[in-house]
């Protein structure tokens, strides 16, 4: 079942050291399966990997230059994979993309945006969230600027940041269609009003000025990011949404799909996910006797 809300249990946002270390020992099975998720969705894939076009972003190990531009479309799908997913994320867009399909969506091109994701620490990779969705915002600038229509910017795990901080760095005037956390990787005071910790440095600004509408979907059954984020009494945003339903940007709604997804990599692929990414994106979405039971 998706329950659209605007709710959260309640956890504290201490000891955040802790909670890393505890990400990385959680994140090694969800790591594992990362390969395989096309494959375990049993059946043939919509829209294939070879269908996704793979921007790679931050330079890597290797320095790199400026990324390719992403593709002027009237309709763009834009998925942006988390922590050690730069080598599946073709496939990991592909079962985004086929879940959003299977409900009625098709988009005029399809974009997965590769950064440099493989590391074992866990901290470092988080940091470099916010420069990716830095750059992010300037090719979603130049998008727009070149004629580009609507886009739909999805992010898996520490995805989920990038798409949240591109939100925050794109200049003010420009206004992403859709933007979609599956399963964030961050504390849900980090979309409050005045949270985000000491310094107020949060997302509440990009997602109200910079967005047409922002869907955080999340799942109590996520242990691996409710392991690392939320603290004893805080919110884990990919596990229990922002936690403070009056605090949030009016743009702004936390999807429960706990009845749907049993895992931190089940948001990829998941049909109650995939039907309500296309309702978002303006699909109307047959929600009666279709036999999918999960409404």
């Given at each position: ?246 605090d949030v940007a009016d743009n702004y709604t936390d999807v429960d799909v706990t ?37």
């Amino acid at each position: 079942m998706v329950d659209n809300e605007s709710d959260g249990r309640n956890r504290s946002t201490d000891d955040r050291q802790t909670t890393r270390r505890t990400m990385l020992k959680a994140g090694g099975t969800a790591l594992v399966g990362g390969a395989g998720i096309a494959a375990a969705s049993g059946s043939a894939a919509a829209v294939s990997s070879w269908d996704i076009e793979v921007i790679d972003i931050g330079g890597g190990i290797w320095g790199g230059g400026s990324p390719d531009p992403l593709p002027i479309e009237d309709e763009l799908f834009v998925f942006v994979h988390g922590w050690f997913g730069d080598s599946t994320v073709a496939s990991q867009a592909s079962d985004v993309a086929t879940s959003m399909e299977d409900a009625g969506y098709e988009a005029d091109e399809y974009a997965a945006i590769e950064w440099d994701a493989t590391t074992i620490n866990f901290p470092a990779a988080e940091s470099e969230t916010e420069e990716v969705g830095e750059e992010l915002a300037e090719l979603l600038e130049d998008f727009y600027d070149d004629g580009g229509g609507d886009v739909r910017l999805i992010g898996h795990s520490l995805g989920g940041r990038v798409v949240l901080e591109t939100v925050n760095h794109i200049d003010d005037g420009y206004s992403v269609e859709t933007v979609a956390p599956l399963g964030a990787a961050a504390d849900g005071d980090m979309v409050c009003n005045g949270g985000g910790g000491l310094f107020g440095d949060n997302w509440y600004d990009g997602i109200e000025e910079n967005a047409d509408e922002v869907r955080n979907y999340h799942s109590e059954d996520d242990s691996t990011v409710g392991a690392a984020y939320g603290g004893f009494f805080g919110a884990a945003l990919g596990t229990d949404g922002s936690g403070c339903p009056n605090d949030v940007a009016d743009n702004y709604t936390d999807v429960d799909v706990t009845d749907s997804v049993g895992s931190h990599l089940g948001f990829l692929g998941d049909e109650a996910v995939g039907a309500d990414l296309a309702d978002a994106a303006g699909v109307d979405v047959d929600d009666g006797d279709n036999g999918w039971g999960w409404w």
